[in-house]
């Protein structure tokens, strides 16, 4: 029989043996899941539950929001802001950030989420997700929005929930990735899978081609040759594969290689990007490295930028280590002949 380890035993026992997990990063992870399941149940339900189409509101980056985004990121603050975990928390969509009330009591950790990415997914039945990061509030008094300033290289935690055929959380506290997949029937996350490693070398690559003009001359060289591909310079077929949704994207690369670009590109060239920073590619980067790949915006390690902004955005390269080590190779190339 298949013996279960779940996630409540995973998290007591990197805490009991490894020691590195304190009690209160324990209780944040677990409640950061439990809310996975609440989000889990809500997108299963559909049209059943009403939460399909469009809120008709803007959130801070000028998007559309989903009645989905909402719901989501209403389920995330209901959970996290009484446990005593807590400072305060960021998402995507919330301009500022949200201050555990004074009605409780304040903890150490700071959480920032994109609670559901791929909307442009949520009315197609397509997977789509939620992501998480969580860092340690700086000393001093008053939370505020500078101390969630802080380079990916600081997480504490990472992960995100892949909401597909299976409800699987995928998470790392700094040593190795953990996958887990929820039983729907028990209501609990099983963990299915250890120190998940991507492969090295892939034939698979994930990029927006719809956007092609406007990439700059590392990109275009980059996806040409894979275009090209037995004909061309890399001497091997390859494959393309996008869902859109970030979360499921990046998490088909971690399960079986591949890279996934979303890089800059000329029609706003003062965006270094469209993902966030602070809670889509930290974590996701964190999750990549911590499985052997690689993640850069191009000329450097997305972890190690210093946000200037909550919000702030960023060219994403990340995956395969010999893909990704191609792509940052094109980039010093062209600034050396530049
Ligand atoms: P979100 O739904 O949180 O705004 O994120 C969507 C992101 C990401 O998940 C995906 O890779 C990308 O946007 C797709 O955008 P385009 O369809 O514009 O390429
Ligand atoms: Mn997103
Ligand atoms: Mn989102």
């Known amino acids: 029989m298949y013996k279960k380890t779940y996630l409540t035993r995973y998290l007591v026992e990197k805490q009991r043996i490894n020691g590195h997990i304190p009690p209160e990063l324990r209780l944040l992870l677990e409640v950061v899941a439990r809310a996975c399941k609440r989000i889990s149940q809500a997108v299963n339900k559909g049209p059943l ?3 399909m189409g469009s809120a008709d509101s803007e959130n801070v980056q000028g998007e559309i929001q989903k009645k989905l985004d909402i719901i989501a990121n209403e389920v995330l603050i209901e959970a996290n802001e009484w446990g005593g975990h807590l400072a305060a928390m ?3 969509e919330m301009e500022g950030i949200h201050v555990v009330p004074n009605r409780y009591p304040q903890g150490e950790y700071l ?13 197609v039945n397509v997977s789509i997700g939620t992501i ?3 860092l340690v509030k700086p000393e001093g008094a008053n939370v505020s929005e500078q101390d969630f300033l802080q380079a990916g290289v600081k997480q504490a935690a990472a992960g995100y929930c892949v909401y597909g055929p299976q409800t699987t959380l995928v998470l790392t506290v700094g040593d190795g990735v953990a996958v887990f997949t929820l039983d729907r029937e028990q209501g609990s996350f099983v963990l299915t899978q250890e120190d998940l490693k991507i492969p090295e070398d892939t034939k698979e690559f994930a990029v927006n081609m719809s956007n092609q003009r406007h990439w700059d001359a590392p990109v275009t060289r980059y996806i040409n040759e894979c275009i090209a591909g037995s004909d061309g310079a890399r001497g091997k077929d390859f494959n393309m594969r996008w869902v859109g949704s970030m979360v499921a994207d990046v998490h088909r690369i971690l399960t079986r290689g591949g890279i ?3 890089p800059w590109d000329k029609r706003e060239p003062e965006k270094p990007g469209k993902l966030r920073l602070t809670y889509e590619a930290n974590p996701m980067s964190w999750l990549v490295e911590q499985a052997g790949g690689v993640a850069t915006d191009g000329k450097h390690r997305i972890m190690d930028i210093q946000p200037a902004q909550l919000h702030e955005r960023v060219s994403v390269f990340m995956g395969s280590k010999n893909e990704v080590d191609r ?3 094109y980039y010093a190339e062209a600034t050396s002949q530049a």
């Open 327 to 329: 792509v940052s190779s």
């Open 132 to 134: 998480f990061s969580v």
């Open 49 to 51: 539950g009403e939460v």
């Open 260 to 262: 996934f670009l979303y």
């Open 90 to 92: 960021a998402s995507e």
């Open 111 to 123: 959480l920032l989420f994109d609670p559901l990415d791929g909307s442009s997914n949520i009315d």
